[in-house]
């Protein structure tokens, strides 16, 4: 009962019950498609505090939140991350704490995370080239990454998803590579069509775009793709393959087909906004409630239930021309 008259719904009727919460602004790598080479990353005083986002936490898993994931930039970078892992992980009624990771740290925390209580990871990763890798990451180390990817199986990890962005020219033709690795490993693999945040200009994004389409029907000249109707709370359209059952290949597509109509999810930015679209600006400051009224929980929950009404549609994202968002992705929380 309380669940239902607790829920947050916004305009259109749908139920918000994911929460994707950025941790820090700050990464190890320099992804082309995520941010610039020379970044300029926020005043620690202008980001929130562990207390803070653990407050954000609290209220929304307190209105019906059953998922959510720490991003960043790299939220394996933020000092106090298990600590704060574990605190948000034993809220009442939470059930599922996911993380976001480059795998760069996951060598030395995948097992303190587990232990802390987070349920599944995603791990990012573009090429199984190492000269490849470390020019789309401009800082990786391939070898690190992937003893990472193997550190969280080793630490008890069920479930993870590699996430792969396809940029045409650059690793498309690793397609079928990346799901042989996943396979072997008995990962899941989401393949994500580039969103066009933050200007950049180490590649034009028209020239650089991949369809979900395309890349499942490369993938479907080796495989044999078994539609699912499985989800995993998020925007990834999820196949099977018939020749490795333990294996799930998703399709994240802005692009080519949005997944606005069934949108569950907000954002909260570094910076303590709360972005109730990806690919819109639309958002409500939660960091001066938090700051101007410290410890009113049942002024950040007006606040929250406020914001719902807020959320657009749609995104209207666009393959090349303009950015219309110009804030980058390690900002927004990837």
């Given at each position: 009962m309380?669940?239902n ?7 259109f009727n ?8 950025s ?20 005043p ?16 929304f898993v307190?209105l ?14 933020r000092?106090?991350?298990v ?8 809220l ?6 996911c ?16 232990d802390?209580g ?5 791990i990012s990763?573009d090429?199984?080239d ?7 990451t ?21 479930r993870?998803?590699l ?13 079928i ?6 396979v072997?490993r ?9 969103m066009p945040l ?6 034009e994004?028209?020239e650089s775009?991949c369809s ?11 495989f044999?793709l078994?539609d699912s ?6 925007p ?7 020749e490795a059952?333990?294996t799930?290949?998703?399709?994240i ?44 929980a ?23 021309g ?7 992705m ?5």
């Open positions: 309380e669940e008259t607790r829920a947050l719904i916004d305009g749908r139920r918000i019950d994911y929460l994707r919460m941790v820090t602004d700050r990464c190890d790598f320099r992804c082309v498609y995520c941010m610039a080479e020379d970044m300029q990353f926020l620690r005083q202008q980001i929130l505090s562990l207390e803070e986002l653990y407050q954000v936490a609290e209220r307190a019906g939140t059953r998922k959510i994931r720490l991003t960043g930039g790299e939220p394996l970078v000092q106090g991350i600590e704060l892992c574990a605190r948000i992980a034993a009442p009624g939470l059930r599922e704490l993380l976001t990771s480059n795998g760069s740290q996951l060598g030395r925390l995948a097992q303190p995370l587990f802390a987070v349920s599944r990871l995603n990763l090429s199984l190492a000269e490849r890798f470390r020019s789309l401009r800082t990786g180390d391939l070898n690190q990454v992937i003893a990472g990817i193997d550190a969280a199986r080793s630490a008890g990890f069920q993870t998803k996430n792969c962005v396809v940029l045409k020219g650059r690793n498309d033709h690793e397609i590579d990346l799901v042989r690795f996943a072997d008995e990962l899941d693999i989401s393949f994500i069509e580039e933050g200007v950049i200009n180490e590649h994004r028209g775009y979900s389409d395309e890349v499942r029907a490369r993938i479907a000249e080796h044999t078994v109707a499985e989800s995993s709370q998020g990834a359209r999820y196949w099977r393959l018939a059952p333990h799930r290949v998703g399709f597509s802005p692009h080519s087909h949005n997944f606005c109509a069934t949108c569950n999810r907000v954002r909260l930015t570094v910076e303590g906004r709360l972005l109730l679209c990806l690919g819109n600006e639309h958002s409500m400051d939660l960091k001066q409630i938090l700051r101007a009224h410290p410890g009113d049942e002024r950040l929950e007006r606040a929250i239930r406020d914001a719902m009404q807020l959320k657009p549609y749609r995104h209207h994202f666009e393959v090349g303009e950015v219309q968002i110009l804030r980058f390690n900002m927004t929380g990837g």
